[in-house]
């Protein structure tokens, strides 16, 4: 959009996570939806996006203009902004297992972290290792402090993430809820992702979708039909790899640690008892 006319403001919408801004903005009569958030999670997005859109998958288009700041994207509007949402049909949730599995099957040469405006080698184990000090170290109100015997016993088992050495790296999204899939006409389209990681085992993005995606099915938790949600979403996406496949739990719990409390998953806590449990 070299030369565009200027971005004219329209509202600004709900959503856009943590440290974002969100607002509906027009171009030329064109609307799109800008952007703001720290410029390393705005890059992610917009180099996500573009790989997907390379690999063939769907993507949303990420147009340039001049007047962009660092910390600001612009990004295709779909109208309506439909999500899978949090009742969601067999068919969207194959439509969402579905554009997983497309996503998984973008394989990379090693473990990256995403730096400042590009994916960067990095050390799987260091991860590891840091994964699990932000699991144990997460900040937390008074009424969110978990047990010192539990949070040593999460420290133990975690610990085994420390023997897992991927076969397999791929390209990741870090924050894969239901909310995180924009339908697209008869389109699957990820966005809002992570921007701590590019690419590992896809284990790492599957322990959050059966975590918090259906917690019924795995964990206990109270909710009625999660065996057929999860079951619907794993027939389209296919099977985990069997050498990540053992540590599903393991980064279920590392995930709910760094999360723990939320007001958005309030049964995280029965999620960290279960996957203690299986561990």
Known sequence: ????????????????????????????????????????????????????????????????????AANELLLEYVDGSPTIGGSPT?????????AV?????????????????????????????????????TPRDTEGVLPKSLLTEAARKLGALRDFRPLRYVLLHGDLHANNVLLRGDETVLFDRASRIWSGPAVYDLALVVSEGFPGARYGVDRPGDDARLEAFMAAYGELPADEAPFLDHFALAHALVR????????????????????
Do not use: C
């Open 260 to 279: 723990y409390p939320t007001p958005f998953v309030p049964e995280l806590r029965e999620i960290i008892d279960a996957a203690m449990a299986l561990i």
């Open 101 to 137: 599995a497309g996503m998984h099957g973008i394989e990379l040469a090693g473990f990256q972290r995403f730096d400042t405006d590009a994916p960067a080698p990095a050390n799987w184990l260091d991860y590891v290792d840091w994964l699990i000090e932000r699991a144990l170290s």
């Open 90 to 98: 067999p068919d969207a949730l194959a439509r969402w297992g579905a």
């Open 1 to 68: 959009m070299d030369g565009a006319s200027e971005i004219r403001r329209l509202r600004t919408l709900a959503g856009g996570g943590e440290n974002a801004v969100v607002e509906l903005v027009e171009i030329d009569g064109q609307p799109f939806i800008l952007k703001r958030a720290p410029p390393v999670r705005v890059a992610g997005e917009r180099l996500f996006q573009r790989t997907m859109a390379e690999a063939g998958l769907p993507a949303l288009g990420t147009p340039d203009h001049p007047s962009l």
